[in-house]
């Protein structure tokens, strides 16, 4: 029997299930993978607002990752909301573990919710910027995520950060674009068909599926075409909806 891959999650947890690490899990047991998760926060929300952040204890994060090296190796890791500075160095220093060294490490960097609220704070995001993008293989962040976190740190950018996937990356009414750069240089445009739905956990799934293909083993290119595709299914194959936003169907194969 081939050994099952695994993957780190780092993330906020969503009590409606439909996004953060309930929606990673689901996501990564689609592809197989063995989901090991690390709670950066949980937080009281429903699919129509958005209304508290509550903090982990202080070195719980990386309390827990020393236990879980000690019976796993890890193939890939996804991280997605850090919601304060202190949360974002634990990360930092689990990443700097020698056992995660050569690890696939994707980011989806989230500074808002759904309903406009700032999620992480102006010291964080600059820790964020400067510390955990650039030991990325890709980050995904959307439009307005990107120019958020590029803007007072262009030249770093350009000098440091590998692969940007940029989500909603140009405005129409029938399409998604996407844009791809690498260390700032322009490879590739991606586009999907747009649906009439606001799907609640979209960001979360599809970064966390990139993550899954990039753990095995393909290329950033095949991971991000594979993943429009899987978004595809889930988006069809919904059954939920929530009073603002639908659930995705994440186990669609």
Sequence with gaps: MTKKKVILLIGGHDPTGGAGITADIETAQNYNFHAISILSCTTIQNTSKFT?????PDNYLINCFKEI???????VVKIGLLPNINISKEVFSILQHKKLNKVPIIVDP???????????PKNNLEFIVKKILPVSE?????????????????????KNIKNILITDYKKNTKKIYLHLL?????????????????FHGTGCTFSTSIA???????????S??????????????????????????????
């Design 69 to 75: 090296i000690k019976e796993f190796s890890i193939d």
């Design 224 to 253: 991000i075409k594979i993943s429009l595709s899987y978004m595809k299914k889930v988006i069809l194959n919904s059954s939920l909806n929530g009073k603002k936003q639908s659930f995705l169907n994440r186990k669609c194969n």
């Design 52 to 56: 508290k952040i509550n903090k982990m």
């Design 138 to 158: 890709i980050i995904t962040p959307n439009i307005k995520e990107y120019k958020f976190l590029k803007k007072g740190n262009e030249e770093f950018f350009q």
């Design 110 to 120: 989230i500074i808002k919710s759904g309903n406009n609220k700032i999620l992480s």
């Design 182 to 198: 690498n260390n700032n240089k322009n490879i590739k445009n991606y586009s999907t068909n747009k649906v009439r739905k606001v």
């Design 212 to 222: 899954c293909n990039i753990g095995l083993k393909k290329s950033i290119d095949d």
